[in-house]
């Protein structure tokens, strides 16, 4: 029962976040905002989608386990340190990758501390999620994959704002 509860918080959770993306993309595009990465960002998606679904999968082929509760109070901190990114991005955060010509990069929140606070969480989030659930397999498998999307997408938005 807690599983099928933390499942669909996190889907409820991921769905919120697209529906900011997509009404913050309107906006960012309405300030002549130019999108980079597109070729990339069908797989950040196939690779989110598939977490879920290798959580899911991964706990019923495993006969299900307890929560971890020191993962969830991890798992908790790490959405309220989200929530601070999302925060300080405001409207030019998204999903995908944009650019507001001659809009420098955001400095505050916690982009004073860091470059990338935002891949820092989703890295955290993909490796500590499926241990809540002790769901060792799709923590290792997603934390490379993610490992690889992240490289390539990090090298696209550095250069983006070099420019």
């Known amino acids: 029962m807690y599983f099928i509860i933390f499942i669909l918080f996190l889907i409820t959770q991921r769905l919120t976040e697209l529906y900011i993306s997509k009404k913050n993309e309107k906006w960012l595009l309405s300030q002549g905002a130019v999108e980079y990465g597109r070729e990339h960002y069908p797989y950040i998606v196939a690779l989110h989608t598939l977490f879920i679904v290798s959580l899911i999968g991964e706990y019923y082929w495993t006969g299900g386990h307890p929560i971890n509760y020191i993962f969830l109070a991890l798992f908790i901190l790490l959405l309220v340190f989200k ?12 999903t995908r990758i944009y650019r507001v010509p001659g809009v420098v990069a ?3 929140g916690p982009y004073k501390l860091f470059k990338h606070p935002n891949y820092v969480d989703v890295v955290l989030e993909i490796a500590i999620i499926p241990l809540v659930f002790h769901l060792y397999y799709t923590a290792v498998i997603f934390t490379i994959l993610n490992a690889i999307v992240l490289t390539i997408r990090i090298k696209v938005e550095s250069r983006v704002w070099e420019e």
């Open 83 to 94: 929530y601070w990114v999302l925060s300080s991005l405001g409207t030019y955060w998204n």
């Open 106 to 108: 955001v400095r505050k």
